[in-house]
């Protein structure tokens, strides 16, 4: 069965240092991965998708920019991080022969001071 | 972009209570998906249906596709059932590019 991970489950930052999460997923080929942030008041924004090594879409400009190095591994990065990026963010895959469906890692909340 | 509205925003049931949670969509759609945000965060699926009706123990869903909704529906309500439920769409224009929009869902506490 397929399985997606991300880490770290939480992260406290100072404004101005970087910042690194990673991704993964298990179980299948190719997939769709996808980075979405959510701040404080429910909505989901998607940040970014990817629907191979080294292709990156990105939706909203910002400070932050997303890496996918080998299939099944995404990363979410920055070089310096501001108070607005903090967040909880998501990542998730799709695969498209599974039809669509998009399923969600456990999240990395993140808080700038 | 597509637009998806979910009401109500808020909810507060009594532990064995029924409810309903709607979304509408402003566009055709060829992918819509139900979630369930636990209180740790975590987006569960609950369904995927882009048309027709599932069941799944005490929930079920429907979307009506032709009149741009879709409703999930709660029986029997456990405090379990608390958290925020999503919908997430793709249009059907954007088919191919397998990329959801999110409303900003229904917040629903159960009560004992």
């Known amino acids: 069965s397929q399985t997606i991970h991300q880490w770290p489950a939480t992260l406290v930052q100072p404004v101005g240092s970087p910042l690194s999460l990673e991704c993964t997923v298990e179980?299948?080929?190719?997939?769709?991965l996808y980075w979405y942030r959510q701040a404080a008041g429910r909505g989901l924004q998607l940040l970014f998708y990817?629907?191979?090594?080294?292709?990156i879409s990105s939706e909203v400009p910002q400070n932050l920019s997303a890496s996918r190095p080998q299939d099944r591994q995404f990363i979410l990065s920055s070089k310096k991080l501001l108070l607005s990026d903090s967040g909880f963010y998501l990542c998730?895959?799709?695969?498209?022969?599974?039809?669509?469906?998009?399923?969600f890692g456990e999240g990395s909340r993140l808080t700038v001071l | 972009g597509i637009q998806v509205e979910q009401s109500p925003p808020d909810l507060i049931l009594q532990e064995g209570a029924n409810s309903t949670l709607r979304c509408n969509f402003s566009?055709?759609?060829?992918?819509l998906q139900w979630f369930h945000q636990n209180p740790w965060g975590q987006l569960i699926n609950l369904f995927y249906?882009?048309?027709g009706t599932k069941q799944n123990g005490r929930l079920s869903a429907t979307t009506v596709a032709t009149e741009r909704y879709s409703l999930l529906y709660i029986s029997s309500s456990q405090t379990t059932d608390s958290g925020v439920y999503f919908c997430a769409v793709e249009t059907a224009s954007g088919a191919g590019s397998y990329q959801l929009t999110f409303g900003k869902g229904t917040k629903l506490s159960v009560i004992p």
């Open positions: 998730a895959w799709m695969a498209e022969v599974l039809g669509g469906e998009l399923f």
């Open positions: 566009d055709s759609v060829n992918n």
């Open positions: 179980g299948t080929s190719n997939p769709n």
């Open positions: 990817s629907v191979g090594i080294g292709q």
């Open positions: 249906i882009p048309s």
